[in-house]
């Protein structure tokens, strides 16, 4: 099952248990099954603190497996064969489960291992989705920290007749106690956070408490993280509140144009950003969405950001790099069947329309490459483009072209989603060059039409340009004094990671030379 070189690292990962692990299996006589029996003797035969049981149970799911250590029950389980993006999730299951120490903060461990209440959690996963494992590692450990908390992460593109009945038209699709909870990327405290009635209020109190940074960077991503590290390089004082570290980063795929780094993936990416910041004496507020912004002279000559949580951050300078988001296409029903069928990752979602019809909506370079992608995944793909020719590259098009379930529609703009009222059945949308209604029968649509800024709560505040983009200068700055910007929510052209990364590298040094020009930086 597994090929030599994983056994050599697994085996080395497995040296650092310190009590036996158990591995309790539930089979049928599935090829999958087979898959998941070959999958536990390959790590079994690896160390010696290890165990496979077979139980002729009436587990719920077959083939899955308990991973839990003799005469306990942890309440982990995976159901299907963790391989693919999730066999980081399953080798970090079985070292927690081992002994081996978590990484996350004393804080975070002590409130879950604190948690009032009984938790089963379910997520469905696709193998190929990049932001399924934050979550199934996050929900895998709380299960073992807390033996009131159970999680069971399944395999949806398994398990299809589940996804059907419970509707799971995106992952990763979380449910709590047999109710849906939530989809799409969370970490750790989020979740936490959800659960524990009162941390958000506690958390708030502890934000606005701290004293007033020299510079406080909004926004999490490249730039970011470039400001941080230059900023805290001066020996200021630095904070970043991000909404989620790492921002887009987290959803990009395959990274291959950030000189010097040949190929990565956007959340080995991300993990390096935060890494490199957290060298620095950096106080990083994940979790944190900032709401409004106001400018200095309000309180003591202090920049103040108010968070959605209710804290209030004081700052002498202020660099936003709050990024951009997936483009919405605005028409009737898009909004009601999110997650029912209209979906913005392709990678995260094609498994669950294995064997359908869908449509992408785009055909620049992130639609064209979804079209290629989900051909070799779903009956067949319809690309609908706005204009009267494709904007991808011309690489991609000939790949497009030689796909024989794959068609192209141009001039088409989309005019409403379809559905029965729980999900998609088909698009409508009107040629332009005829002006006729059409409509086309599918399950599922792929929206790849582009970024829009995350400024919408700065209106008012900072200039903005007509596509509501920070105005910047050469420097990084926006129109109010001691306040600068970076990165793709900025006026600067070219929405590239590179890109990000030196805006906020000039930034950082731009509010630097603010403040020493200004005032004293904080002692």
């Known amino acids: 099952m597994l090929d030599d070189n994983l056994k050599t690292q697994l085996k080395a990962y497995l040296e650092r248990l310190t009590r ?10 599935s090829e999958a099954s087979r898959e998941l029996q070959a999958l536990l003797q390959d790590i079994q035969g690896l160390s010696d603190k290890v165990s496979v049981i077979e139980k002729a149970d ?8 308990l991973i839990t250590n003799p005469g306990q029950d942890t309440g982990l389980r995976f159901a299907g064969v963790p391989l693919g993006h999730e066999f980081t999730s399953l080798v970090l299951a079985l070292l927690h489960v081992g002994g081996h120490p978590s990484k996350e903060a004393a804080d975070t461990i002590e409130q879950i291992r604190s948690l009032d209440g009984d938790f089963h959690f379910e997520t469905y996963y696709s193998l190929s989705c990049h932001n399924c494992p934050d979550v199934v590692q996050a929900l895998n450990l ?15 593109g398994l398990f299809q007749n589940e996804i059907a009945e419970r509707e799971v038209m995106g992952v990763p699709t979380v449910f709590l106690n047999g109710e849906r909870f939530g989809q799409g990327r969370m970490e750790l405290g989020e979740i936490v956070s959800r659960i524990d009635q009162g941390a958000v209020a506690r958390e708030a109190a502890k934000l606005t408490a701290k004293e007033a940074f020299d510079v406080l960077i909004v926004g999490g991503g490249p730039a970011g993280a470039a400001a941080a590290v230059y900023a805290a390089r001066k020996g200021i004082r630095t904070g970043i509140a991000a909404e989620r570290f790492g921002g887009q980063v987290l959803d990009t795929v395959d990274i291959e144009n950030f000189i010097s780094v040949q190929k990565t993936e956007g959340p080995q990416f991300a993990a390096a950003l935060e890494r490199h910041v957290r060298d620095y004496e950096v106080d990083l507020m994940n979790l944190q969405r900032a709401t409004a912004l106001a400018p200095a002279g309000t309180a003591g000559g202090l920049i103040e950001v108010k968070l959605d949580s209710g804290a209030t951050l004081r700052s002498r300078t202020v660099i936003l790099s709050t990024g951009a988001r997936w483009r ?8 009601q069947y999110r997650t029912k069928g209209v979906t913005y990752c392709p990678h995260c979602d094609g498994p669950l329309f ?3 019809r869908v449509a992408v909506i785009g055909g620049g370079n992130s639609g064209v490459e979804a079209a290629i992608d989900l051909a070799g995944i779903v009956a067949h793909v319809t690309l609908l483009e706005f204009a009267g020719e494709l904007k991808a590259d011309a690489v991609l098009q000939r790949k497009l ?3 024989a379930n794959v068609e192209v529609i141009l001039n088409a703009q989309t005019t409403e989603v379809n559905g029965d009222g729980s999900r998609v059945t088909g698009i409508t949308y009107k040629d332009r060059t005829s002006d006729d209604i059409r409509q086309i029968a599918l399950e599922g649509i792929f929206v790849q039409i582009g970024l829009l800024p995350n400024t919408d709560w700065l209106k008012g505040t900072v200039e903005l340009s007509r596509h509501g983009e920070i105005i910047v200068d050469a420097h990084g700055r926006t129109s109010l004094p001691g306040v600068f910007a970076a990165g793709d929510a900025t006026t600067v052209p070219y929405k590239q990671i590179v890109i990000a990364a030196g805006d906020g590298a000039k930034a950082a040094l731009s509010a630097f030379d603010h403040l020493i020009r200004t005032s004293a930086p904080a002692a």
């Open 20 to 29: 036996p692990v158990e591995l309790v299996a539930s089979l049928d006589d």
């Open 58 to 65: 009436s587990a719920q799911r077959k083939p899955s497996f």
């Open 142 to 156: 709380m299960s073992v920290l807390n033996p009131r908390i159970t999680h069971t992460a399944i395999d949806g």
């Open 328 to 335: 919405n296409m605005n028409v009737p029903g898009e909004e």
């Open 354 to 356: 294995k064997g359908k």
């Open 401 to 403: 072209k030689s796909l």
